[in-house]
């Protein structure tokens, strides 16, 4: 069974600083990675995607991938207020067939406060 | 309208009555998604639709049914629901192709109460 394991938090972090978020998956034939985030009452929306080992870079966030350790974390820099909100991993195991899109398993997501 | 559109955004029914959420993606995507939410549970995929054809019905009773009648738009109906089924439905999109990665967006989703 597909697990994708979260620290609930809530994640304290004052304005300014760095940060970190992190993320577990059991599925080893897992392949692409996702970070979403959710404000409260609102939708999903997607801030990251990373599908090779290493860091990827967009502006303020830094996605991490250590697939040996089935592990993906997301960095989030100069840290708003704004930035407070659910960050969700999600998790697609199958790799691209040719057929057929596939869904994703979320982690239950972690609860960020960036404090003022 | 731009993006992924779901209506009601809130429906409150009874276990007897009959109901139908619409979703629609306006991202000339191929591939679209049912998800629900439930308060300290993980979003649960419910069912995946990839060129109008069902992929994957993910153990979901069937009191809910979904359709989906072209690329653009997808439906979940709804009947003789129980009160555990209060949750928020998401409706996503992707584009399914080779080489693609699947990113999924979501709509912003349906408040469901079942009374």
């Known amino acids: 069974q597909k697990e994708v394991e979260q620290n609930s938090g809530p994640l304290s972090v004052p304005e300014g600083a760095i940060a970190s978020l992190n993320c577990t998956y059991s599925?080893?034939?897992?392949?692409?990675f996702f970070w979403y985030r959710q404000y409260s009452g609102k939708s999903p929306e997607l801030i990251m995607s990373?599908?090779?080992?290493g860091d990827k870079e967009d502006g303020r966030f830094t996605a991490q991938l250590n697939k040996a350790s089935q592990y993906v974390s997301l960095l989030i820099r100069d840290s708003q207020p704004s930035d407070s909100a659910t960050y969700l991993c999600a998790v697609i195991a199958r790799e691209y067939s040719g057929g057929g899109a596939d869904g994703l398993t979320f982690g239950k997501g972690t609860h960020l406060i960036i404090q003022p | 309208e731009t993006g992924v559109t779901q209506t009601p955004r809130h429906l409150v029914m009874g276990m007897t009555n009959k109901k139908s959420l619409k979703c629609e993606q306006h991202?000339?995507?191929?591939?679209m998604y049912w998800y629900k939410q439930s308060a300290k549970k993980p979003l649960e995929l419910m069912f995946v639709?990839?060129?109008?054809?069902?992929?994957e019905n993910n153990s979901v009773p069937s009191r809910f049914s979904p359709e989906c009648p072209n690329s653009s738009h997808l439906f979940l109906h709804l009947h003789t629901l129980q009160p555990e089924d209060s949750a928020l439905y998401l409706c996503a999109s992707s584009q399914d192709r080779r080489g693609s990665y699947n990113e999924q967006f979501f709509g912003p989703g349906t408040r469901l109460t079942v009374l």
């Open positions: 991202l000339g995507h191929n591939a």
């Open positions: 990373i599908y090779s080992n």
């Open positions: 599925d080893r034939v897992s392949q692409s």
């Open positions: 639709y990839s060129l109008e054809e069902r992929v």
